[in-house]
């Protein structure tokens, strides 16, 4: 019997998702907050690659954060929770003719979005036939489509797994997913603390990405429980409340946007150890040549030897990263714990709100 009323409220939470996506938002402008909107200017040569998606396409997109990340030509990419396809076409661009993105969502109206301009985005980028590919499905049941475990070098994301009910499904569907040294690359939105019951199941709150979020504590332990054993955070974000309506709901819940990255790398460890490692950026990675930003706390400028924890050095070489550093030294000595952290606070607790203070 519980069994049966979980999977009807489950349900009743994706049809409220598809109906909020499919019908009450035809724009970004119909967003209460800045949840679902990516507040951060990207690098000129995304805006380049922003300035060719179809204007249709770019006017149905709800996302919190820039889910392009480095050195993408020739990969599989999927993109959980697609949308309309704005950014499957930038990465379409972005791995060229060799390379393919999937797209998977489960809302009908975006996805015929996105499939309408299918050719018209192949004939611009120059492509003999379209390298990309949309899917309606469920990211919580990846399991019931025909992706194969492995297939896939980079998994993106964004903005969408806080609408998931079940995210140990989809983190975990992810990792299967995911090749031997391949990364799963995503922006969501989260909480400071677990969302009170009473907020869960608000279809506004739940539609502008709030009462669904995770509490970021939570996230770190169930990205870790699902094989993601180092995560990474690479930017973050306030997220600012403009509806006094929905403020007052909120109480003095906060929230921020978040981009993280994770991997499906072997042989890393809980913390970050000190082994007297380098890695020497070489500058080869297209669109940076300069230096190479891994992580919050983590950047390396290219030509320069930069210490490194274990876990990074393992995750520099045993990625697509591979070819672009030179790595100095193993874990043959162990020299203590490194001196940088590579998940920082969300939400320090000196920064604490009270009811009635901005978001900020």
Not at 69 to 75: C, K, V
Request: aromatic fraction near 8%; glycine fraction near 8%.
């Amino acid at each position: 019997m519980n069994d049966n009323r979980e999977s009807a409220t489950h349900s009743a939470v994706h049809s409220e998702v598809k109906r909020y996506y499919g019908e009450t938002l035809a724009s970004t402008d119909d967003l209460k907050t800045t949840a679902c909107c990516t507040a951060a200017a990207p690098p000129d040569y995304v805006q380049q690659l922003l300035a060719g998606v179809h204007t249709e396409v770019s006017a149905r997109y709800y996302g919190c954060g820039l889910v392009v990340p480095e050195a993408l030509e020739g990969l599989r990419v999927l993109d959980l929770g697609c949308g309309a396809g704005r950014d499957v076409y930038v990465l379409s661009r972005l791995v060229g003719p060799s390379g393919k993105v999937v797209g998977v969502d489960m809302t009908a109206g975006q996805l015929e979005v996105a499939e309408r301009h299918r050719a018209w985005h192949a004939d611009a980028y120059g492509y003999d036939e379209s390298n990309v590919e949309f899917i309606e499905g469920n990211i919580e049941k990846l399991d019931d489509t025909d992706l194969q475990a492995g297939a896939f070098d980079l998994i993106v994301s964004n903005c969408v797994i806080n609408l998931a009910v079940d995210k140990r499904a989809v983190l975990r569907s992810a990792f299967r997913l995911l090749s031997p040294g391949g990364e799963m690359y995503f922006s969501d939105i989260y909480a400071d603390r677990r969302i009170p019951a009473e907020m869960l199941h608000d279809p506004v709150l739940h539609g502008e990405c709030l009462s669904g979020a995770m509490y970021w504590d939570d996230f770190l332990c169930l990205a870790m429980e699902c094989g993601f054993t180092d995560p990474r955070l690479v930017e973050h974000e306030p997220v600012d409340i403009t509806d006094p309506a929905i403020e007052d709901l909120l109480g003095e819940v906060r929230f921020r946007s978040a981009t993280c990255r994770l991997f499906r790398t072997d042989e890393l460890e809980s913390g970050q150890e000190n082994y007297g490692q380098t890695a020497n950026y070489l500058g080869s990675i297209v669109n940076h040549p300069v230096s190479l930003r891994l992580d919050s706390q983590q950047s390396f400028a290219a030509g320069q030897q930069t210490p490194v924890s274990g876990n990074t050095a393992q995750i520099l070489g045993s990625t697509r990263f591979s070819d672009h550093f030179q790595l100095i030294g193993d874990r043959t000595e162990h020299l203590g714990a490194f001196s940088a952290k590579s998940m920082p606070e969300l939400f320090p607790v000196s920064s604490q709100r009270s009811k009635g203070d901005s978001c900020c």
